[in-house]
């Protein structure tokens, strides 16, 4: 009996998977004759799309930006991919069968920032970051949207300035939610309604440049709303960005004080030759409401190819005006040269006088990038920066070029020289990046007065007209170091896991002061964390 019992078992299994077989068959067989309506859940490679601006990320992609053909313009970031060749990544499709074939793709995949440590000086110091999150992607021909949110708790290692102040903000939201609890977040759509047009927005960061940093727009400040329109053709690509922004210099701690502002961006790029980009820049920068009338977001900013500076006149407004260029030039594919000027003011007579005059107002980038120096995928990058006092201030924080108490640029503001090195090199699953850079700069030594570093306060406040150097004021002298390991864990979602140590000097009047912090931890790669100034 029990022999019988188990023969007829395994019968029953037999027709079951027979069964099985046939129905996989049959579905299988109306899939591929295309018939309509038959839906597929799937796990299946996918390339990226939204390319993100952390700079270990973007060294990693290195082949993308370095490409050197017209329709490249890799200073405009985040740098956004509609194609239809999907072998990166996994995701959790949702495929429907119809004549067309057209394809969404949609993941749903964790955060992580679970990073512990210690930092000594002259005492030691835990310090903690302790968050997960999630993110959501979904892509289609011409559709792309991404969202991501990762709360987490942030202890000891918090660091605003050279000077140590501390400031209890996040580079993510600019301020925590709780004691100690902070988030980071993004929300983006893009549409591309043809070859010519592509339309995004949403809550999140943009850049321009080729470097480390950027003197014209990077992602030093929180996220915040943001609206652009990309137009490419022939070699060529204009952007309008629309930002809205925040300023709360006046009291950073409390959101009811918080006033509206708003920047209009022109970004133009060309690309001259496969090698050869020259990129043109203009912004204006305005209150959201005056003493007079509740601007809210100027109409008269929206038009997408006039110069701010005549719309400005004829608003009789005293808003913000900002010029700048980037040029850069690639060769053999792997190497880029580059370069970045911003205008804040400018008059040429006092400069041909050698007067120092405060309102000449100006910044200055050079750089040079390569992602195989001597061997592959060893990452070399040196770059200088120069700004002088006062660029990026005007009479009031509400028009100053930064956003909730922070640079949208640089994250010393003005009045600095910097030198800094990034070398990288990876292989297979593992990837060392040591980062250096030395920093001088002036700061105020009273409330009263500005020496032009700290761009939220007004350049009305300087001491005189003339006589106005970089450095100027009470001078800091850091110098970073900071060496990085990473083993990918899970690079489809930028999941690794890390040990860093981070080497930091600060010569001030008061002294010279060293700060060695070890961590290890796991984390997402995704956005970039400035406490190197």
Do not use: C
Request: cysteine-free.
């Amino acid at each position: 009996m029990s022999s019988l019992s188990t023969l007829k078992r395994k019968r029953k299994v037999r027709n079951i998977l027979i069964l099985i077989s046939f129905i996989s068959a049959t579905a299988f067989g109306q899939i591929k004759n295309g018939v309509k309506d038959q839906l597929l859940l799937e796990l299946t490679p996918v390339s990226k799309k939204f390319l993100n601006l952390n700079y270990r990320s973007q060294i990693d992609q290195a082949g993308l930006y370095f490409i050197d053909h017209k329709q490249n313009h890799s200073s405009v970031k985040p740098l956004m991919r509609f194609t239809k060749d999907h072998n990166n990544g996994m995701f959790l499709k949702l495929r429907k069968k119809t004549d067309n074939l057209k394809v969404n793709r949609t993941r749903l995949y964790p955060l992580s920032d679970l990073t512990g440590g210690v930092q000594l000086s002259n005492s030691s110091n835990a310090v903690l970051n302790a968050g997960l999150g999630v993110g959501f992607d979904h892509s289609s021909t011409k559709f792309l949207f991404t969202a991501k949110f990762l709360p987490y708790y942030a202890q000891g290692g918090a660091l605003a300035d050279s000077s140590r102040t501390l400031h209890n903000q996040d580079f993510g939201s600019s301020r925590s939610m709780t004691n100690n609890m902070f988030y980071r977040a993004e929300v983006v759509a893009a549409y591309q309604a043809n070859k010519f047009f592509t339309f995004s927005g949403g809550y999140g960061k943009n850049w321009f440049g080729e470097g480390y940093r950027s003197l014209l727009l990077s992602d030093n400040a929180a996220a915040h709303p943001f609206a652009k329109i990309e137009t490419s053709f022939a070699g060529i690509k204009y952007v309008n960005l629309y930002n809205a922004w925040k300023d709360n210099a006046n009291n950073p701690y409390d959101r009811s004080q918080d006033i509206n502002k708003f920047s209009s961006i022109h970004y133009l790029s060309w690309n001259i030759t496969r090698e050869l980009n020259l990129s043109i820049f203009e912004t204006v920068v305005w209150q959201g409401k005056d003493t007079l009338t509740n601007r809210g977001f100027d109409v008269n900013y929206l038009n997408p190819i006039v110069f701010y500076r005549p719309v400005e006149y004829g608003l009789g407004s005293s808003d913000n005006v900002l010029l700048g260029a980037n040029l850069s030039y690639k060769f053999d594919i792997k190497h880029n040269v580059y370069a970045q000027f911003v205008l804040d003011e400018f008059l040429l007579s006092e400069l041909q006088a050698k007067s120092k005059w405060w309102a000449n107002k100006y910044g200055y980038q050079l750089g040079y990038k390569t992602a195989n120096l001597l061997v592959d995928n060893l990452y070399f990058q040196i770059e200088f920066n120069g700004v002088r006092p006062f660029t990026y201030s005007h009479k009031s924080s509400q028009h100053a070029y930064g956003h909730l108490n922070s640079s949208v640029t640089h994250p010393v503001g003005a009045n600095f020289y910097e030198l800094l090195n990034v070398v990288s090199y990876k292989k297979d699953k593992h990837r060392f990046t040591n980062k250096m850079n030395f920093i001088s700069y002036g700061v105020d030594s009273s409330a009263t007065t500005s020496v032009g570093q700290d761009i939220f306060k007004s350049y009305t406040l300087r001491d005189g007209n003339y006589d106005h150097l970089i450095m100027q004021g009470q001078r800091l002298q850091v110098f970073n170091e900071s060496f990085v390991y990473e083993y990918a864990l899970w690079p489809e979602i930028e999941m690794y896991l890390l040990a860093k140590y981070d080497w930091r000097a600060v010569n001030t009047s008061q002294g010279l002061n060293h700060f060695h912090t070890f961590s290890v931890g796991i984390k997402s790669r995704i956005w970039n964390s400035y406490n190197d100034f």
